[in-house]
């Protein structure tokens, strides 16, 4: 006689694995509770993931504007300073 009840992966949370045992007698219900926590998982990581994603770049723009205000201020300094220099 084979063992119906599958071995639970280590990755399954307590509450998981009690539910999967409790409908362990109905195929359909095990899938849906592992696939369920599995996939509510990955989208708060892939969540995480994004949010960071764009905060990195967020502060690679904002550096880059930045560094683009400098020079256009440095620019403007030294075309007064030369033009200032003429008029004179």
């Known amino acids: ?7 639970q992966p280590p990755g399954l949370s307590l509450m998981a694995r009690s539910m999967t045992m409790q409908h ?9 509770i592992v696939g369920t926590a599995n996939a509510i998982d990955h989208y708060w990581v ?8 764009l905060l990195a770049a967020q502060e690679v723009h904002q550096k880059e504007v930045r560094t683009l205000g400098y020079h256009q201020d440095l620019k403007r300094e030294v075309c007064h300073l030369f033009i ?5």
């Open 46 to 53: 892939a969540r995480a993931l994004k949010a960071e994603a």
């Open 24 to 32: 362990a007698t109905n195929t359909t219900a095990t899938p849906a």
């Open 1 to 7: 006689m084979m063992n119906k009840l599958k071995k």
């Open 84 to 88: 200032g220099s003429y008029e004179h």
